[in-house]
Every structure is written in structure tokens, then in C-alpha cells.
Nanobody
Framework: VQLQASGGGLVQTGGSLRLSCAAS????????MGWFRQAPGKEREVVAA????????TYADSVKGRFTISRDNAKNTVYLQMSSLKPEDTAVYYC????????????WGQGTLVTVSS
């Protein structure tokens, strides 16, 4: 599985961005997809995840109510809609995938930079 993240950029505090992650391969619809982020000098953290059918989603407490993860299995794409952005959301955002029976994410995209200016 190859993952290609896009949609990052520079946005002001309170603004919105939508990240996309396009996946190759025919098994996308069977994969759990996640978004992670890593800010300068900090460890990578999970932001959100979505089950293979899209019916189950989880979020980090820091983004609940502001970010929404979704997927379109027909387009092999997962999205992260980010609203009410804060400077502390500044990070490189990565998408990743794993099989539902595994805990570790196996495949990672290249990352897309989100910068929120104050």
C-alpha cells in the first residue's frame, strides 16, 4: 500500500484545512486509516483514526470537536477536515494504514506540513 498525503499549508488561527490521503492498491477498504502528526521537538502522536467501513472513528482529546476524519472507499482516500485551527496544531501530518487485526500501522505516507500562524 502506498499512501500520498496532501492538503497542508499555511493558515491563520481559527482557519480550516482539509488533508487528503490517497492510497494505492485494492485492499484500501479493508484497512484502518489513521492521521498522525509530529511537531518540531515533539514525539509523533495519533490525531484520528477511522475503521474500514467508516463507521467507527476515534480522536485525540486535543482535536475533538475541531477535526473530522472520513473516508471514501470508492476513491481510496481518507480525509482530515481541520477547523478552528490553533498554533499548537502546527506539525507535519502523516497518514498511515493498518489491518484491523493489528495494532501497529504498517504503511505511512510522506507527510504534509500544516502551519498555523497566530
Amino acid at each position: 500500500v502506498q499512501l500520498q498525503a496532501s492538503g497542508g499549508g499555511l493558515v491563520q488561527t481559527g482557519g480550516s484545512l482539509r488533508l487528503s490521503c490517497a492510497a494505492s492498491g485494492r485492499i484500501f477498504s479493508s484497512l484502518v486509516m489513521g492521521w498522525f502528526r509530529q511537531a518540531p521537538g515533539k514525539e509523533r502522536e495519533v490525531v484520528a483514526a477511522i475503521g474500514w467501513s467508516g463507521g467507527r472513528t476515534t480522536y485525540a482529546d486535543s482535536v475533538k470537536g475541531r477535526f473530522t476524519i472520513s473516508r471514501d472507499n470508492a476513491k481510496n482516500t481518507v480525509y482530515l477536515q481541520m477547523s478552528s485551527l490553533k498554533p499548537e496544531d502546527t506539525a507535519v501530518y502523516y497518514c498511515a494504514s493498518r489491518y484491523s487485526y493489528k495494532l501497529e500501522y504498517d504503511y505511512w505516507g510522506q507527510g504534509t506540513l500544516v502551519t498555523v500562524s497566530s
